[in-house]
């Protein structure tokens, strides 16, 4: 699903236009992205948790030019999923499709 798509179904739920749920998820979208620069953990209870982590420098082999390079140490994003989301994913897996 897109952002759009959230939206639509944040507005059909709770009966509110368009614009207004779009406004709300670029809050929560925001407000998200603000905690996780300033490095503070973020969780859903029974959905998972997001955090900030730092990537070491590395090196690696370039196969176009066949050279040892390094890819700069940088932030990144590990979300970790609750034991609720891994069960239900889980349970779909040996469910039988239809």
């Given at each position: ?66 050279k ?29 499709r239809?």
């Open positions: 699903m897109n952002f759009q798509q959230y939206a639509a179904e944040l507005s059909d739920a709770f009966i509110r236009n368009q614009e207004e749920s779009e406004r709300i998820l670029k809050f929560i979208f925001k407000r998200i992205a603000q905690d996780l620069a300033e490095g503070k953990r973020i969780y859903f209870r029974g959905f998972g948790s997001f955090k900030k982590v730092r990537r070491p420098a590395r090196k690696y082999r370039n196969l176009i030019t066949n040892i390079e390094i890819r700069p140490a940088f932030n990144d994003i590990e979300f970790t999923p609750s034991k609720k989301i891994i069960d239900s994913l889980k349970q779909r897996a040996r469910s039988p239809h």
